[in-house]
Structures are given as C-alpha cells and as structure tokens.
C-alpha cells in the first residue's frame, strides 16, 4: 500500500558537507563556530539583534521566561488551543498559566479574551502563532503595553510568516522557534530565542550555561543556578544549510497549500484553510482542514479513512484545558478552542511531496467526507 507521511525534512548535499564539516573540524577552538554563525545569520534573516541556539524551543522559552523574572505567583496569558511544549515552561518557572480563548479566523489568541484575563498578577501574554497563522500582533502589543507587559512570541510554527513586512519572532519581547525535525528547517531537534533586547540576551545566555557570567575567569564558578539547553556544533551545521535553503523550503511549502485549498474548496463547500491576512504571509508549516460548522460529517471518520488508504494525518491541538496537567480550569470559557479542535485536521505537507502523491492525498480526503456525510 502507499504510505504518504505527514511531514519529514529535506536534507540534501548543503547539509552533508556542513555537518560533514562539523564531525571533521569542529572541535576544540572550533567547537562554536557552526552556533555562532547560525545565531549570526538567524538573527539577521529575521531582522533581530540577538539569537541564542538552545537544545529545543521549549528550553528556549523557559530560558526567557526566567530572563524576565517570571516565577510564582506571576501570570502569563495564553491560548487554550496549543501543544503542552508552549505551556511547560511556564509551569517550570512557577508561574501560572491562563488561558483563554482564539478567534475563529486566524486560530490565535483573541485580543478581547487577553484583554478580560489581565489581572495584577500578569506579567506576560505569549502569542502562538498556529500552524504558520499569525496572532494578531498589533493588537496584543497595544494591550502589552497598556498594561506594562512582556509581549512573547512562540513563532516555533511560523519560520518564513510575515506580519505587515516584519519577519514572525520580529515583533516582540523575544520570541522562540523550534527547529524539531517536522519545521519549515531542522536541526534534528533545537530551538533559537531570538531578541533586541541585549541585557535580555545576556540573561539567557548566562542561564544557558549553568549560570555561569560572561567574562568571569573563575573556572567551574556558577554565578547563579542554571541550565544547559544548548545546541551541539552539528546541529548547527545541519542548520546553517537549512536556513541557507530557508526561502526554498518556505516557497515549496507555500506551493503545496496552494494546490490543497484550491482543490479542496472547490470540492467541498463550507470548508476553509489556514487564512492569510492582506499584508501577511503565511509559511503554512501544517496545512490545516476545517470542516463546516454545521457538517454531519465525523472528523475522526475521515483520519480513519485516509489512515486505511496509507495516508498519515494530524488531529487538530486539544484544548490545554481538557488534559490532566490543567485539571481544574473552566473549559467552558473557550468555546471557539473547542469547536474547532473537533472538526480540524492537518494534512501531508514536506519539501518532497510528489503532485501525484498530493493528488491522491485531495481525492482520498473528498471521497471521505462526501462518503462519512452520506452515511450521516
């Protein structure tokens, strides 16, 4: 049977003769090099100051949370529709997580919840970017800095989105992005903070290595109790090829979502896609299906559909207040989060995906919602 993945990176010869590279060379005095160029060159294809390589974008995040002297008794609003990976760290740092609802549209956090969840304990609203879709940026900032917080971008889904001419992890306190084998770019696994913020950087920076101080000459001397996330120099090989490929990979992904939400929309009415706002780009890293509102159809029935014709799929993110780890919020407080985690899916999306394998992937998933609506 054909068996079509949902996601898997694109390696070439780039990569192969940088990590190549890395094994050979990069030891001893050079055992950086690869990091500090792929911070280098991050931070400049983004348009930042400063970008920190960690081991995951999960590291990263609980490396700026406690930059920012977020701990217990703080706040940080969030979505509830969101893997658990942007919630941890928050947690990790003793701070407590609120989340609230999205708008339907873009599937991020919805200004007028945040905007009701502020209490005097908040200090920071982190804002997910879905799948590539960008939250609304200029109206969280606006509501950050009314109130005096940290505006934080989990862009760890949005390398290659654009908000108004300004790269996604641009706009923001810091932001993070994850390099896990199934993004736009891989390091295997990884992540990157990036900031303006210098004094922000160097906080990182020292908690990234066991909270030992830059400069200090004293060895094996912590200044403080920290961590290691850190990226290994092949890693960073492995990235500096990628993102030298970064538009190329952006652009193909863009190329496969377009075909889909043509076709698609064209066969079954009242479904939509991933938007893209005028002015914005989306790097669509999980192109995502949903079904109307008023369907009869069963999303479940459909991803049991394409599993048995060898196709993989991916259910939407549940809603964070529906596990185990948040027992105890109110879930009734985001409805929006819970429709459509119950009729949203993500579809085949990799550099290498052949138009016949994509075309067998639209016909499958149209053949299974006409079929599932037929037996309603």
Request: charged residues 20%.
């Amino acid at each position: 049977m054909k068996r079509i993945h949902y996601t898997k990176p694109s390696v070439g010869e780039l990569e192969l003769d940088y990590v190549t590279d890395a094994v050979r060379n990069g030891w001893g005095e050079c055992c950086y090099d690869y990091i500090h160029r792929l911070q280098k060159d991050f931070a400049g294809y983004l348009g930042v100051d400063h970008a920190v390589a960690t081991s995951s974008c999960t590291g990263a995040l609980h490396l700026g949370l406690r930059a920012l002297g977020i701990g217990p008794g703080d706040e940080v609003i969030l979505a509830d529709i969101n893997w658990i990976a942007s919630a941890a760290p928050i947690l990790y740092v003793g701070a407590t997580p609120v989340v609230v609802d999205i708008l339907a549209d873009c599937w991020c956090l919805d200004p007028d919840a945040v905007r009701a969840a502020i209490t005097p304990r908040t200090r920071a609203i982190l804002a997910v970017h879905l799948y590539g879709n960008l939250a609304a940026l200029e109206a969280l900032q606006a509501i950050a800095d009314a109130h005096g917080l940290a505006l934080i971008e989990d862009a760890a889904e949005a390398l290659g989105s654009i908000y108004k001419g300004h790269m996604a992890g641009s706009l923001s306190t810091f932001s993070v992005f994850s390099f896990h084998g199934t993004k736009v770019m891989t390091t295997g696994e990884g992540g990157m903070l990036a900031t303006d913020d210098a004094e922000l950087a160097r906080r990182v920076e020292q908690l990234n290595n066991h909270g030992r101080a830059a400069g200090d000459m004293r060895q094996f001397w912590p200044s403080e109790l920290g961590h290691k996330y850190k990226m290994s120099n092949l890693q960073a090989a492995l990235g500096c090829a990628q993102l030298e490929r970064i538009e190329e990979l952006v652009q193909r992904k863009r190329e496969i979502f377009a075909r889909y939400q043509h076709q698609l929309t064209a066969a079954l009415p009242g479904v939509y896609m991933n938007p893209e706002p005028e002015g914005c780009r989306n790097s669509y890293w999980m192109p995502t299906l949903v079904l109307p509102s008023n369907s009869p159809v069963a999303m479940p029935a459909v991803l049991e559909r394409m599993r048995q014709a060898g196709i993989d799929a991916r259910i939407f993110f549940q809603p964070l207040s529906d596990t185990p780890v948040f027992a105890g919020l109110d879930n009734r407080k985001t409805p929006v989060a819970h429709d459509l985690a119950t009729r949203s899916f993500n579809l085949p999306s990799y550099h290498d995906l052949s138009v016949e394998d994509q075309q067998y992937v639209i016909a499958t998933v149209v053949a299974a919602v006409r079929a599932e609506g037929e037996n309603a």
